[in-house]
């Protein structure tokens, strides 16, 4: 049978459009007509539930918890469809209990949900916590979001030289320029001299929502919209060719 495309979504700094990107790639690969678990690996302060107005009852936490008590029977009883082809399994609730949630849980999670997805997004955080730095070593590829800012760029080289180091070719570097209506001050040539590597995509700032807010609040996916998509042509395109690369189409 074959296994699901695995990969995480992360960076070097919070406010980079990690989660947009997320729901954005999950919007894309439904399309593609690909089903889809988002994972909320940000255990502290996961929003993909809230982000998508998802009323759920059970989360991360719960699933670990009867995972390590035995009363586990099957995954289906912790995800939730936002919509037909993508399926939520949020985090804690309650952030005081992230930081019970231990790395073996992972294993046994993605052992459980690979057969059952053809793509498992999991949407962390920016540090490398141990919970992090597993669901890395699961990944086909690692999403590292970045805006174009001075410390974004200085975090950037240092994790391309780790990767490098550990002569790693998962390492997939997003330029998001949506985030602002101004575009950042360095060039791609500069960004590429700074952190000694190219940028593999770059989100357009065209793609800047000037109604966030009102799709957030509504719980809407911005690429599951069919104005935002007429609107966003360019943004799309991006959307699809990341989706082939982590699908390994051409």
């Known amino acids: 049978m074959k296994k699901a495309r695995i990969c995480t979504i ?10 947009t ?4 790639l999950a919007a894309t690969l439904k399309l593609m ?3 889809v678990l988002v994972i909320d690996l940000d255990v502290a302060a996961g929003d993909v539930a809230a982000r998508l107005d998802l ?27 936002y919509t037909e082809g993508i399926d939520i399994l949020s985090a804690p609730k309650d952030p005081r209990y992230a930081s019970k ?6 294993t046994y999670l993605i052992s459980k949900v690979s057969l059952k997805y053809d793509v498992i997004l999991m949407d962390t955080n920016h540090m490398l916590s141990p919970l ?4 890395f070593d699961y990944s086909d590829q690692i999403f590292y979001i ?9 975090g950037m080289r240092t994790m391309s030289a780790i990767f490098e180091d550990m002569e790693s070719d998962k390492m997939v570097v997003v330029l998001n320029d949506s985030t602002k ?15 000694k590597r190219e940028v593999d995509y770059r989100i357009p700032q065209s793609f800047y929502q000037k109604k966030y807010d009102k799709y957030v609040m509504n719980g809407v996916i911005f690429l599951l919209d069919k104005k935002v998509r007429k609107a966003s042509s360019r943004a799309v395109k991006v959307y699809q060719s990341i989706a082939k690369g982590l699908l390994k189409e051409d």
């Open 10 to 19: 992360t960076s070097v700094k919070g406010g980079t459009g990690k989660t």
């Open 21 to 24: 990107f997320t729901l954005n």
């Open 33 to 35: 007509k690909k089903r």
């Open 55 to 81: 009323a759920h009852e059970k989360d991360l936490y719960n699933c670990y918890e009867d995972i390590r008590n035995h009363t586990f029977e099957q995954i289906e009883d912790y995800v939730y469809p």
């Open 101 to 106: 949630i231990e790395t073996g849980f992972l």
């Open 132 to 135: 992090n730095l597993v669901a």
């Open 146 to 154: 970045m805006n174009n800012e001075c410390m974004n760029l200085k």
């Open 181 to 195: 209506k101004t575009t950042g001050e360095y060039t791609i040539s500069d960004m590429k001299n700074l952190m």
